[in-house]
């Protein structure tokens, strides 16, 4: 099982370009998750799908749009890129259950410059 | 917003020392986790405890919870240098369990 794959792993975009972060888990998993992770700021998550076909935001969703294609596959799109958009965007997954069940799994990431 | 805050940012110790980071949380939970990230790559599940547990084991990690303190803490015993990384602790969001709320983490760093 390859787990979470994310393309590209790295991407250079100027100002007002747009680009599509692909992810894709073969764990069957029913949730997927976009986050950034900046220096000093930690992981935060920009949306999120609970099941196929819901979406929700997160804490810092302004600037992207997300689709959950289907069960295994969750894209995240800027449509027009700014500076502060430069970060490392890492896509998770995690199965339905609670409890033990509840971690998630992540990608390797995908580092994106703009300039 | 974050909810966990992990203790201290950074950390740097010789080979075969114990390394302890302590977790900081605000809300009532239902189970707390712990993470590693290796440099440029993924964050990894290290442990998860839940609410009603005090201490959990996992090889050379220990993992304590103090639900009336709101804060935990993750023990490396004798270090390596592959546990070069950086620790985070995450939360469940309370009455959710789809999301997690992160710490900012804890920067380790052995020594050889």
């Known amino acids: 099982n390859a787990g979470v794959t994310q393309t590209p792993k790295f991407q250079v975009l100027k100002t007002g370009q747009s680009m599509t972060l692909q992810c894709a888990q073969d764990?069957?998993?029913?949730?997927m998750y976009w986050y950034r992770q900046d220096p000093g700021m930690g992981l935060r998550l920009i949306y999120y799908?609970?099941?196929?076909?819901?979406?929700d935001k997160g804490e810092v969703p302004n600037g992207y749009n997300v689709s959950r294609l289907n069960k295994r596959e969750f894209s995240l799109r800027l449509e027009s890129a700014a500076p502060s958009q430069t970060s490392v965007y890492f896509c998770?997954?995690?199965?339905?259950?609670?409890?033990?069940?509840?971690?998630?799994?992540f990608g390797p990431g995908t580092r994106l410059t703009v300039l | 917003s974050q909810q966990g805050e992990e203790d201290p940012q950074a950390l740097s110790i010789q080979e075969g020392e114990n390394a302890t980071m302590n977790c900081s949380y605000k809300?009532?939970?239902?189970?707390l986790q712990w993470y590693r990230q290796n440099s440029g790559r993924g964050l990894v599940h290290l442990i998860l405890?839940?609410?009603n547990e005090r201490e959990k084991h996992s090889g050379r990690l220990r993992v304590t919870l103090d639900t009336s303190k709101k804060s935990s803490s993750l023990l490396i015993t004798a270090s390596r240098a592959a546990d070069t990384a950086s620790y985070f602790c995450?939360?469940?969001?309370?009455?959710?369990?789809?999301?997690?709320?992160w710490g900012l983490g804890t920067s380790l760093a052995v020594n050889p």
């Open positions: 764990m069957n998993h029913n949730s």
């Open positions: 405890i839940r609410s």
């Open positions: 998770a997954s995690k199965s339905l259950g609670s409890g033990s069940h509840n971690e998630q799994f």
């Open positions: 809300t009532s939970i239902n189970n």
């Open positions: 995450a939360t469940d969001e309370p009455g959710n369990n789809r999301k997690l709320i």
């Open positions: 799908s609970a099941s196929e076909g819901t979406t």
